[in-house]
Structure formats: structure tokens, C-alpha cells
């Protein structure tokens, strides 16, 4: 069922909406493409997610109040740049409103014209195959064109907060959590 199509919506109380996803903590994605006179732009993302493997997809959600979205829309192809714990800065100037945000972001130009940031710790080159209206957010689904690791360690945003990954001591074989 299409959620607008819902007769009464139930309702959530938004602070606890974003006391509970704020638990859960996300990647950070730069989502890179170009204005329509042709200059770098991109806005940072918590919801990019892998979806299919054949074919490959990714997913990522976009608020409807963007102002960067519109020019990737018309574009119609995407980079997902992971972004790495050396990437703080990135995901500060693609995270805010205004003109320019690419300044002083390194980057080399993938084969659909899209800007790889460079020393991100992955990056994915997709073209934009759909976008459905859920909400107060589009829910664009991507084609992978091509991808390729990088370096360093992925960024990890939980509770208004960055972070790294830490992986847990490898236990003995006889406390294996079962799957
Ligand atoms: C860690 C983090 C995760 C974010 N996740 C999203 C997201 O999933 N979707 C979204 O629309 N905005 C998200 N934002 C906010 C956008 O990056 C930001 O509001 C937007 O780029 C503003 O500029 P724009 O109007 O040029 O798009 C996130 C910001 C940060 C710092």
C-alpha cells in the first residue's frame, strides 16, 4: 500500500522518532554529482544501503527540502562516496545549504562525470534507475555503474555524533555467538 494512500496516518511523535533512529548508527555518504551549469555538488546521507545484488542496486532516502537533489535528479547519475573518520571536513561542507560546497574537496571525475572524492574509503558509481515520494523524503533506488574499496575506515554517525567502528576481541571458539 502507497503510505499516502493511509485514511489516518498513525501518529508518531517525532522526538521519539528521532530518539529511537538516533540508537541506531549509519554510514556516512557523500552522494556527489553536478549542478546544471556543470560544478561539483553533493549532500551527505545516513540512509544509503545496499539492496540487490543481481542486478546491483543501493538505496539511499533524500529530504524533500534539499536544494541539491533536484540538480542529481537531473543529472541522472550519482557517486556514493563512503566517507572515512579522515573525511570529517567532507561531510561538514556537503552537509550544508549554499553554493560551492565542493571548495577545497579533492576529487577526480568517474566515467559517467560524476566527482569521486578522493581517499574516501569506497566509492560507487550509480545511475538513478527510480524515485518514489514516501513522506517528507524521495526513496531513490540507484543502478551500479561501477565500484571500487579505497582507504581508511568508514565514518559512523549515531545519536548527533561521530564515530569510528571497533571490532570486538575475536572470541574463543567455544563463546562463537550461534547465527
Ligand atoms: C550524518 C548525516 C546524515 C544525513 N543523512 C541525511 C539523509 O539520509 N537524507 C537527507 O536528505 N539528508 C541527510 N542529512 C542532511 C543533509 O546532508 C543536508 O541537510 C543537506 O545536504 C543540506 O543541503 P542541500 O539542501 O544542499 O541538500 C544528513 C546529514 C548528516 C550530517
Given at each position: 500500500?502507497?503510505?499516502?494512500?493511509?485514511?489516518?496516518?498513525?501518529?508518531?511523535?517525532?522526538?521519539?522518532?528521532?530518539?529511537?533512529?538516533?540508537?541506531?548508527?549509519?554510514?556516512?555518504?557523500?552522494i556527489?554529482?553536478r549542478?546544471?551549469?556543470?560544478?561539483?555538488?553533493?549532500?551527505?546521507?545516513?540512509?544509503?544501503?545496499?539492496?540487490?545484488?543481481?542486478?546491483?542496486?543501493?538505496?539511499?532516502?533524500?529530504?524533500?527540502?534539499?536544494?541539491?537533489?533536484?540538480?542529481?535528479?537531473?543529472?541522472?547519475?550519482f557517486?556514493?562516496?563512503?566517507?572515512?573518520?579522515?573525511?570529517?571536513?567532507?561531510?561538514?561542507?556537503?552537509?550544508?545549504?549554499?553554493?560551492?560546497k565542493?571548495?577545497?574537496?579533492?576529487?577526480?571525475?568517474?566515467?559517467?562525470?560524476?566527482?569521486?572524492?578522493?581517499?574516501?574509503?569506497?566509492?560507487?558509481?550509480?545511475?538513478?534507475?527510480?524515485?518514489?515520494?514516501?513522506?517528507d523524503?524521495?526513496?531513490i533506488?540507484?543502478a551500479?555503474t561501477?565500484?571500487d574499496?579505497?582507504?581508511?575506515?568508514?565514518?559512523?554517525?549515531?545519536?548527533?555524533k561521530?564515530?569510528?567502528?571497533?571490532q570486538?576481541?575475536?572470541?574463543?571458539?567455544?563463546?562463537?555467538?550461534?547465527?
Amino acid at each position: 500500500m502507497n503510505v499516502t494512500t493511509l485514511a489516518s496516518p498513525p501518529a508518531v511523535n517525532p522526538g521519539a522518532y528521532r530518539q529511537v533512529f538516533g540508537l541506531l548508527p549509519t554510514g556516512v555518504v557523500a552522494i556527489t554529482g553536478r549542478t546544471n551549469d556543470g560544478k561539483p555538488t553533493g549532500l551527505v546521507v545516513g540512509t544509503f544501503q545496499s539492496l540487490s545484488l543481481e542486478p546491483a542496486l543501493v538505496t539511499f532516502c533524500v529530504d524533500k527540502s534539499s536544494s541539491t537533489w533536484p540538480a542529481l535528479r537531473s543529472l541522472g547519475r550519482f557517486t556514493a562516496n563512503i566517507l572515512s573518520t579522515e573525511q570529517l571536513t567532507v561531510c561538514r561542507a556537503l552537509s550544508r545549504k549554499g553554493e560551492d560546497k565542493f571548495q577545497g574537496i579533492d576529487y577526480e571525475e568517474s566515467t559517467l562525470g560524476t566527482p569521486r572524492i578522493l581517499d574516501s574509503t569506497a566509492w560507487i558509481d550509480c545511475e538513478v534507475l527510480s524515485e518514489v515520494v514516501a513522506g517528507d523524503h524521495y526513496m531513490i533506488v540507484g543502478a551500479v555503474t561501477a565500484m571500487d574499496a579505497g582507504t581508511g575506515d568508514a565514518l559512523v554517525f549515531r545519536g548527533g555524533k561521530f564515530g569510528e567502528y571497533t571490532q570486538w576481541p575475536t572470541p574463543a571458539p567455544t563463546e562463537t555467538p550461534k547465527p
